[in-house]
């Protein structure tokens, strides 16, 4: 990708750079598992559309590990859920 688009691209990003985004997120269901130097953290996030109240569910996995006493992510995965 040429200089040039890549300006074009940052540039088409910064009328909206500082702005509040259009939906509010909440998160829920939070599990944790640690064994170890390994942690695993499960959850559920909801998108609220603050225009018209649209709600779309997320259910995220993250996975940690211990370096030389820091926790690191390592693997991040999301697809989302359907909520009753």
Same mark, same amino acid.
């Given at each position: ?30 599990? +944790? ?7 695993? /953290?499960?959850?559920? %996030?909801?998108?609220? @559309?603050? $225009? ?8 995220? +996995? ?7 006493? /820091?926790?690191?992510? %390592?693997?991040?995965? @999301?697809? $989302?859920?359907?909520?009753?």
């Amino acid at each position: 990708m040429g200089s040039g688009r890549v300006i074009k691209i940052l540039e088409g990003m910064r009328p909206h750079a500082g702005q509040a985004p259009p939906y509010s997120a909440e998160t829920s269901d939070v599990q +944790t598992f640690v064994l170890g130097d390994s942690a695993v /953290v499960a959850f559920v %996030k909801t998108y609220t @559309a603050k $225009s018209n109240g649209n709600v779309a569910h997320e259910d995220i +996995t993250h996975i940690f590990s211990k370096d030389r006493g /820091v926790w690191k992510l %390592k693997i991040s995965r @999301a697809s $989302s859920c359907p909520m009753d």
